[in-house]
DNA sequence: CTATTTGTTTATCC
DNA sequence: AGGATAAACAAATA
């Protein structure tokens, strides 16, 4: 589930315990999420370290523990992150979880197990949080930046195009179909073939739905308004809130992609 | 029992 | 070589 918006939700929900040093760290070290980190010497160097920063890139995150111990997490599809005020039960899913001095916890779980973990103990940060394209709100963003990416993936629908990570870090599905349903492109064009006209309302939707959705999403997780796709998309029978035309749903790119005919035809 | 899933990596084909 | 696409990963839910 998590992009852009709930990566920085999930974020939020470790802030309490900033400034707090780690009593225990108890975790699940033979499941899938820790494939690639070395997980006891994530539990042994954690211990006793104070939480200092908590960050996201896209849907990567990156909290900092001292001055040298990095840990990276991607919530996958099922990742979830939650601070606990007291320390409770650990759930089934529950595997990581950092047991804080002042008697609370932070906990990642992730029942599909897709997340990551990454741990690293350098005074330098790692590559993985160093070297990352530049995000879509950033300055380095700019139109000319994304034109030249869809050139190069020219034969690709869009839609997948928006969901490659090394140039639209945090994109996911639902915000890869809200954006193009705004700028009025059918999800299956191939990159190359949209018009410069369309090419300047794709950046500017990139843009938006990325605000919006920070605004709406981002701090409190409100319910979208209705006159985004987002409400309609998984309903079967759901209509467009520009059009009232019937959505339809079919795999694009290899994920389940739902577009408004009327509003965003192919043009090939 | 079958089909589905808002993500990423790896393999395979072109 | 590099791009496009499909499969694999794991488990809950409908």
Redesign the pocket.
């Known amino acids: ?3 852009l918006a ?1 990566v920085e939700y999930y974020r939020k929900r470790w802030l309490p315990a900033l400034e707090q040093s780690v009593a225990r760290v108890c975790l699940h070290a033979d499941k ?1 999420i820790f494939r690639g980190a070395d997980s006891a010497a994530l539990a042994r160097n954690l211990t006793g370290e104070c939480f200092e920063a908590a960050l996201c890139h896209g ?1 990567q995150m990156c909290f900092r523990f001292g001055n040298q111990h990095w840990l990276g997490v ?1 919530l ?2 099922t990742g979830k992150l939650r601070h606990t005020a007291n320390a409770v039960a650990v759930e ?2 529950d595997h990581l979880v950092l047991e804080m001095v002042g008697g609370g916890a932070l906990v990642f779980s992730d ?4 997340g990551r973990i990454l741990y690293a103990n350098t005074s330098e940060p790692p590559d993985w949080w160093a070297n990352l394209p530049p995000e879509v709100l950033s300055a380095e963003f700019s139109e000319d930046w994304v034109n030249r990416f869809l050139d ?6 869009i839609k ?1 195009v928006l ?1 490659m ?1 090394e140039r639209f870090p945090g994109i ?3 915000m890869a179909d809200e954006i193009l349903w705004r700028a009025r492109i059918h999800p299956a064009t191939r ?1 190359g073939r949209i018009s410069k006209l369309k090419r300047r309302a794709l950046f500017k939707s990139i843009r938006e739905v990325s605000e919006d959705a920070l605004a709406v999403i981002g701090t409190d997780w409100k319910r979208p308004p209705d006159d985004w796709l987002f409400n309609h998309r ?1 309903k079967d029978g759901g209509r467009c809130p520009r059009t009232g035309g019937l959505l339809k749903r079919e795999t694009i ?4 992609t739902c577009w408004s005919p009327l509003w965003q035809p192919l043009r090939v």
């Open positions: 589930m998590p992009e709930e899938r849907k991607h996958g599809m089934k899913h029942p599909r197990l897709f190069r993936r020219a034969g690709a629908p997948a969901l990570q996911g599905n639902w990159a998984w790119g290899g994920r389940t």
